[in-house]
């Protein structure tokens, strides 16, 4: 007894795999909701500003990162995909930048007492997230 009576020829393979292609395509190319773009760029802002709080810093730092996980995991279980990225390179390139403010910002707290880098850093981090949401939602063509 067999369980799969219709075995695909390479013909019908190649084709399904190009579906699966454009299906992956159109998720991770679907807007996000409006709101999440502010939210994830002033948690990312307060993530960065807690290296200036020293030692004290820790637990607020894991209660933003916390706050970042769960609000994207619930914005994206309800768009139907949690843990898609977009395929807009601006976006991810801006990320990119904003995380690594936040990890500056890291570094900066063990070489300064002075707060002013990591503020600035925070500004930064969010200032990336943010144009980086603006050219993911031009990418998608979603309306502004």
């Known amino acids: 007894m067999e369980n799969n ?3 695909p ?4 393979a190649r084709e399904a795999l190009a579906h699966i292609d454009t299906a992956q395509r159109a998720v ?18 307060a ?3 807690t290296f200036a709080l020293g030692d004290d810093g820790f637990v607020f730092l894991l209660a933003t ?21 977009p395929t807009s390179r601006a976006f991810l390139a801006s990320a990119g930048a904003a995380g690594a403010c936040v990890l ?3 570094i900066a707290a063990d070489l300064t007492a002075q ?12 200032a990336f997230y943010l144009a980086g949401g603006v050219a993911h939602r031009r990418s998608t063509g979603a309306p502004r």
């Not at 990162?65 to 990225?85: D, E």
């Not at 707060?115 to 969010?126: D, F, Q």
């Open 5 to 7: 009576p219709h075995v």
């Open 9 to 12: 020829n390479s013909v019908e």
């Open 28 to 45: 991770r190319d679907a807007p996000w909701p409006t709101w999440i773009y502010p939210v994830n760029a002033l948690l990312l802002g």
């Open 47 to 49: 993530m960065t500003l």
């Open 65 to 85: 990162s916390a706050a970042l996980i769960a609000v994207n995991m619930l914005a994206g279980y309800r768009m139907g995909a949690p843990f898609t990225l």
């Open 104 to 106: 500056t910002a890291f």
């Open 115 to 126: 707060p002013w880098p990591i503020v600035v850093l925070a500004i930064a981090a969010a």
